[in-house]
């Protein structure tokens, strides 16, 4: 095919000019996130991975821990355990857990926040038979609120998550939170290192730990398996789901 010199003139001309402006196909064969999404839309949360190869690692031991450790556990006691029991065991904790929930919500200078935890927990604890009944959901000043930690205050008082972590058998974290969960712990009643059972015979502070972690067991699944997917890549599902819940809770 015998091309003229006008065509090769003009292929010249389009080269300059794109040589002269290499940014130009970049910005106007590519839309941006704004473009697909809107401008008041931001984008999602990255997590900062540098251990990725430990993480990696840890995520596979926790994986097997809970395909064959912790599922089994939790089909059994679900499958024995009537619901009514389970419901008030879980609030019976969950109740025990108010200190977490007060320090976070104080922490955050949520006034109204721990007025409304501290409310709960009275109710709940003396009418409602230590924590295993909630008859405080049914007033109308002590409604069920969002739950707070010292991670999320962390998080609110501008201090960055910092690198993603994975921890043998709590799952998927990263410094900041790592920071608030020892925060958390402090406050704990029954956790170390403060734990205001220090007094009681081993038996009972290990019956204790096992029967909170059994009983928690149903929902960490459930929202492990809800963060997993069915991903291909299930690490990068649980660390982006991660990430992204704990920026919501924070901005919530």
């Known amino acids: 095919m015998k091309i003229s010199k006008y065509s090769i003139s003009i292929f010249l001309v389009l080269l300059v000019c794109l040589a002269s402006f290499p940014g130009l196909v970049e910005a106007e064969d590519f839309l941006s996130f ?12 990255r997590a900062n991975d540098p251990f990725e190869p430990v993480n990696r690692f840890t995520f596979g031991f926790n994986d097997l821990v809970f395909s064959y ?25 969950d109740n025990l857990n108010y200190p977490v929930r007060l320090a976070g919500n104080l922490l955050q200078g949520r006034l109204k926040g721990a007025w409304v935890e501290t409310g709960r927990f009275a109710v709940n604890t003396v009418v409602g038979v230590a924590g295993v009944m ?39 974290s990263n410094l900041r939170d790592l920071g608030g969960m020892i925060g958390d712990r402090a406050v ?13 015979d081993w038996e009972w502070r290990l019956g204790l730990t096992l029967t909170d972690v059994i009983v928690s067991t149903p929902d960490i699944l459930e929202r492990y398996e809800q963060l997993r997917g ?8 649980v660390k ?8 919501a809770a924070i901005e919530q």
């Open 34 to 45: 704004d473009d697909l999404y809107g401008e008041d839309v931001d984008p999602p949360v």
């Open 69 to 93: 450790v912790l599922r089994p556990v939790s089909k059994t006691y679900t499958a024995i355990t009537p619901d009514i029991i389970e419901r008030g065991a879980s609030n019976f904790f």
């Open 134 to 172: 909630t008859p405080a959901d049914h007033l109308e000043s002590f409604r069920p609120i969002p739950p707070e930690d010292v991670g999320q205050a962390f998080g609110t008082w501008g201090i960055g998550a910092g690198p993603y972590l994975v921890l043998p058998f709590f799952g998927p």
């Open 188 to 200: 704990h009643p029954l956790k170390e290192p403060f734990s205001l059972i220090d007094d009681w």
């Open 230 to 237: 069915s991903s291909i890549d299930p690490y990068s599902a």
């Open 240 to 247: 982006n789901g991660y990430t992204q819940f704990r920026q």
